[in-house]
């Protein structure tokens, strides 16, 4: 189930990073169209913006799971010494 806050064309983490990936190869690429250069730049700054953001999001999940899990032992611990 996806996020409803989200927009519906907004790619997940790892079709970004393939989407990026694709920019990454078309831009090596020794026939780059001039005229498509700023639209694929302007598109992977969009990615990585994005990217950027699931991942402080996670982390910030990931921290919170990991103070209640310690939260949570810390209240087992005085409860059996009780």
């Known amino acids: 189930m996806t996020d409803s806050t989200a927009?519906?064309?907004t790619?997940?983490?790892a079709d970004a990073l393939r989407e990026l990936d694709g920019i990454l190869r078309e831009l090596e690429g020794s026939d780059?169209?001039?005229?498509?250069?700023?639209?694929?730049?302007g598109r992977a700054s969009e990615?990585?913006?994005?990217c950027r953001d699931k991942i402080t999001t996670a982390e910030l999940q990931i921290r919170q799971v990991t103070t209640d899990l310690d939260a949570a032992a810390d209240q087992q611990t005085v409860s059996d010494t009780d």
């Not at 780059?32 to 730049?41: C, F, N």
């Not at 990615?47 to 994005?50: A, E, F, G």
Request: glycine content about 4%; overall charge negative; cysteine-free.
């Open 47 to 50: 990615l990585i913006t994005m």
């Open 11 to 13: 790619p997940g983490y």
């Open 32 to 41: 780059v169209d001039v005229d498509r250069l700023a639209e694929r730049v």
């Open 7 to 9: 927009p519906s064309d």
